[in-house]
């Protein structure tokens, strides 16, 4: 387990805005297998060729044979639907999962500000083509993203989320009080029951004072050893900072008609003095975790890195080699967002104490 909490970065972007489709924003990457080789990497964006106006975020793909050269993919995997009012906007941290007869894509899905955010599901029998499925999958009275699916096997599946709670005041009249770890298990994929308690508590120190925004798990592979978790945390801004109000808890962005605007208004928001990193925990059984530290950041404002100010909403994938390697949103000083990866040490390196 120790190798897992050792991780290189990977030089250059896997994926960055290059086309009308991701010109303004690219985040939240999820990886999967292709089935005849190969490496898909799925992320959501937004550009001039959004398919509506009032649309803000879509899931778009690239394939790659050695997963780190990706080439886009023409047109957009899966978008929303501007008639149904809670996922009329965007799109967010796709995850993909083998299902029978094809994949299931659990993803974060948007209507306007005034709604909670909740996950939803769609089905491919190819991984290119994909058809939402009927109803809602999860959601939770403050909203709940950034769904990471575990398979348990004979058991169903688990599926790890972020829920935020806005207390009595509700999502447009008061600050979000917290954004932590939840669970929710399921026996075919479709229904979901939320697992008492909390996983991960957000605010245990300065770093996460701003909630998880993203967690995804690694069971066992036998019956025995520890669960392995990467979580994303956001860092609030220093005292006194004038912070603008992000479009998606602006009721006025709903009607501006114009992803663009929201799309500079969010980066706007991102390099307030915010800061996101990638942090580790274990588990004996998937349910209590316990912190393991900091493992991918960048060096701030000043930094030149693709990750400078932010890495987070990670999705992770095994290696041939058993490796595993770690695609992540990052965002430089400038406020361009990218997809960036880090590739974890090997076993025999990390009891070595190097990479």
Not at 6 to 11: A, E, F
Not at 150 to 161: F, H, I
Not at 178 to 191: I, K, M, R
Request: aromatic share 8%; with cysteine.
């Amino acid at each position: 387990m120790s190798h897992l909490l050792q991780w290189h970065k990977d030089p250059g972007p896997r994926i960055e805005g290059s086309r009308s489709l991701d010109q303004w924003k690219v985040q939240a990457p999820g990886i999967v297998r292709r089935p005849d080789g190969g490496f898909r990497l799925f992320y959501t964006a937004v550009g001039p060729a959004k398919p509506f106006a009032n649309c803000q975020g879509y899931i778009l793909s690239a394939a790659s044979d050695d997963g780190l050269h990706f080439e886009p993919e023409p047109g957009i995997r899966l978008a929303p639907d501007p008639g149904v009012p809670h996922m009329s906007r965007r799109l967010l941290a796709s995850n993909v999962t083998q299902c029978t007869g094809g994949w299931r894509m659990y993803v974060e899905v948007r209507g306007t500000a005034d709604r909670p955010v909740v996950i939803a599901s769609a089905f491919s029998p190819d991984m290119i083509n994909w058809t939402f499925e009927q109803g809602i999958r999860l959601q939770t009275p403050g909203g709940v993203g950034g769904p990471r699916y575990v398979d348990l096997k004979e058991a169903g599946g688990r599926l790890y989320c972020c829920n935020s709670d806005y207390g009595s005041a509700g999502k447009l009249n008061g600050p979000r009080q917290s954004q932590s770890v939840v669970s929710a298990v399921t026996c075919n994929g479709l229904d979901f029951e939320l697992e008492p308690g909390v996983r991960l508590q957000d605010k245990q120190s300065a770093e996460d004072d701003m909630g998880i925004t993203a967690a995804e798990a690694i069971a066992p592979s036998g019956t025995r050893g520890d669960w392995f978790m990467v979580y994303s945390a956001w860092q609030n801004v220093p005292p006194g900072t004038v912070v603008p109000i992000h479009p998606a808890q602006d009721p006025n962005a709903d009607a501006s008609g114009s992803s663009e605007n929201f799309a500079a208004a969010s980066i706007a928001v991102d390099l307030a003095g915010y800061r996101s990193r990638i942090f580790a925990a274990t588990s004996p059984d998937g349910l209590a975790w316990q912190r393991a530290g900091c493992i991918i950041e960048g060096s701030g404002y000043h930094g030149d890195e693709l990750d400078a100010v932010h890495a987070e909403d990670m999705s992770m994938i095994k290696l041939d080699d058993d490796r595993f390697r770690m695609y992540y949103a990052s965002c430089d000083a400038k406020g361009n967002w990218r997809v960036a990866s880090a590739t974890s040490a090997r076993g025999q390196d990390a009891a070595n104490g190097h990479e």
